[in-house]
Nanobody
Framework: QVQLVESGGGLVQPGGSLRLSCAASGFFFSSYTMSWYRQAPGKERELVARITSGGGSTNYADSVKGRFTISRDNVKKTVYLQMNSLIPEDTAVYYC????????WGQGTQVTVSS
């Protein structure tokens, strides 16, 4: 059974940090490109960050460049999103995504940036 389970979301003040984790199971994790997406209320889901299967290449949305870092551990079958200097506009549900032959999505974790 394929599972992507996100964790690490929560309420944080502007300027704070959070680290999201996505634990994968049920598929060959190390062969999949992994991404984080987010969806704010009333907005479309958007790509936040992506990392290739071996971790050698990453790309980011312009809005998060220099503040967010995506990484992965293929032994632990986990992908991470380190989020620093958070701003209210980062408030959204964050989703983990896996792509290779198939596409898998996690259930999402809420991130709220507010004072």
């Amino acid at each position: 059974q394929v599972q992507l389970v996100e964790s690490g979301g929560g309420l944080v003040q502007p300027g704070g940090s959070l680290r999201l984790s996505c634990a994968a199971s049920g598929f060959f994790f190390s062969s999949y490109t992994m991404s984080w997406y987010r969806q704010a209320p009333g907005k479309e889901r958007e790509l936040v960050a992506r990392i290739t299967s071996g971790g050698g290449s990453t790309n980011y949305a312009d809005s998060v460049k220099g503040r967010f870092t995506i990484s992965r551990d293929n032994v632990k079958k986990t992908v991470y999103l380190q989020m620093n200097s958070l701003i209210p506009e980062d408030t959204a549900v964050y989703y983990c995504n896996a792509v290779n032959y198939y596409v898998y999505w996690g259930q999402g974790t809420q991130v709220t940036v507010s004072s």
